[in-house]
């Protein structure tokens, strides 16, 4: 079975840095477009950033130029470094593995 266990959330001040990482198995992720989302107190779950097999990636107008996308297909993980944390950051990120699978989330929370 297909599972997707992110790690790497936690508390961060304003203007720090936190790298996510999601490890894949029970799929060819090589094959796989692989994404992170985030879902924030009472809105909706939004792209974050995605990267496909063939490493073209794109973000989310609000974290261009602060996060970065990338991918291991050896280890089967895909990352997320987000530096420059803002308040407004703060959510539980998801990884995506195609457009079926979800991992459980991790909380980022980027406070003072």
């Known amino acids: 079975q297909v599972q997707l266990v992110e790690s790497g959330g936690g508390l961060v001040q304003p203007g720090g840095s936190l790298r996510l990482s999601c490890v894949a198995s029970?799929?060819?992720?090589?094959?796989?477009?692989m994404g992170w989302y985030r879902q924030a107190p009472g809105k909706q779950r939004e792209l974050v950033a995605r990267?496909?097999?063939?490493?073209?990636?794109n973000y989310a107008d609000s974290v261009k130029g602060r996060f970065t996308i990338s991918r291991d297909n050896v280890k089967n993980t895909v990352y997320l470094q987000m530096n420059s944390l803002k308040p407004e950051d703060t959510a539980v990120y998801y990884c995506?593995?195609?457009?079926?699978?979800w991992g459980q989330g991790t909380q980022v929370t980027v406070s003072s």
């Open positions: 990267i496909t097999s063939a490493l073209y990636t």
């Open positions: 029970g799929i060819a992720f090589r094959l796989n477009a």
């Open positions: 995506q593995a195609g457009s079926s699978y």
